[in-house]
């Protein structure tokens, strides 16, 4: 088993613009980065990214590709199948709950593919046995694109059911889940920051000292 981790720190997480400066975005993406790390020690991960950067905790080996993220993903696969067709996992860079019992789990299954899906229709990992047979497409309602590639190629398919691994972190909201939940790098960079968990109107809420 390979795993593949997709990671862009230039302009990271646009999506967190209204609560986080360019630096602190970047800095969290780093840190979101070293968590899933952590989860996949033990495996062989390339993280793929399209520049280089430095960084001193990361020892697995940087792949570089200016491709986009279906196309880098699609010709990593293609490498992979032609030197041997080892299963492949591509975990996204940006799970922080995410622990190595999760990914002990998911490498064990014994579907040609499986799904742990992420919020609104995406698709947060993917472990596929034989990448001859998948090409991936994210994007949009991915989680649903994936099981009709999957159909059409007469795959069987898991889909691993866990809050883990669905909480991604690319909304102001979803910081939330990373203060209650998380206790990794993260997390911590998190509340460094200033970002407290507050009850308004009885929900969980950030704020921010």
């Known amino acids: 088993m390979r795993i593949v981790i997709p990671f862009k720190k230039e302009n990271a997480k646009s999506r967190l613009s209204s609560v986080l400066t360019p630096d602190e975005r970047g800095l969290l993406a780093m840190k979101m980065l070293h968590d899933v790390l952590d989860a996949t020690g033990g495996f062989a991960v390339d993280i793929l990214t399209p520049s280089v950067f430095d960084d001193t ?3 697995p080996h940087i792949l570089l590709s200016e491709s986009g993220l279906n196309d ?3 010709e990593y696969l293609s490498r992979v199948a032609e030197c041997g067709c ?3 996992m591509i975990v996204m860079a940006d799970l922080p709950l995410l622990n190595s019992r999760h990914v002990r789990e998911i490498a064990a299954s014994d579907a040609d593919l499986m799904i742990a899906p992420g919020k609104g229709g995406g698709t947060n990992i993917l472990s596929i046995k034989d990448p001859s047979r998948f090409n991936v497409d994210y994007y949009g309602t991915s989680f649903l694109d994936h099981l009709r590639i999957a159909h059409d190629n007469g795959l069987s398919v898991e889909v691993y059911d866990s809050f883990a691994a669905a909480t991604d972190i690319d909304e102001p909201d979803d910081l939330v889940e990373l203060l209650i939940h998380g206790n990794g790098e993260a997390a911590r960079t998190l509340a ?5 968990v507050a009850v308004r109107d009885g929900r969980a809420r950030v704020e921010r000292l």
């Open 192 to 196: 460094d920051i200033g970002f407290v």
């Open 57 to 59: 905790h990361i020892d």
């Open 72 to 74: 880098a993903l699609n």
């Open 86 to 88: 080892d299963p492949v």
